[in-house]
């Protein structure tokens, strides 16, 4: 277990704090490192969607389960509630088969956010085999 502890005002200090530790092995931070809150991903994950159950991958952030809606149409549920719907989403996904997908979100709730699986140019929804998000 490595402590670091924030020493001034100024976020660089506690990089070149980390910059002098040599990490091996899993390392776990809480708190914020002096961030504000909203500069740190609410919920952050990655999952395969062409699982017969999707479900997130290793090192998950605050994601509990995934809603398969259908091909390409996902519902990622929050382990806690945003307590709103004013949060930003972002998404990308692999391009498999030589077509271009278009990842975007579709219905936000407090709770979960729906993300949709696009192919061009038809524009038909679909699974891909590696799908992230954050949320902020």
Known sequence: ??????????????????????????VSITG???FATSQIAFAQG?????????AFRTGVHNFSSIT??????????FTTA???TNYSVLVG??????????????????G?????????PQVTLNNQADISIAVF
Do not use: H, M, W
Request: overall charge negative; some cysteine; glycine content about 12%.
């Open 82 to 84: 945003y307590g709103s």
């Open 46 to 54: 990655n999952f395969d969607g062409t699982a017969t159950t999707p």
């Open 68 to 77: 398969d809606n259908g091909s390409g149409n996902y519902t990622c549920n």
């Open 93 to 110: 996904c692999t391009n498999q088969g030589g077509n271009s997908n278009i990842p975007s979100y579709g219905n936000k709730a407090s």
């Open 1 to 26: 277990c490595v402590n670091i502890l924030r020493t001034g005002t100024n976020v660089d200090e506690i990089q070149l704090i980390a910059d002098d530790i040599l990490l091996d092995g899993n």
């Open 32 to 34: 914020t490192l002096g």
């Open 112 to 120: 979960s956010v729906d993300i949709l699986i696009q192919t061009a």
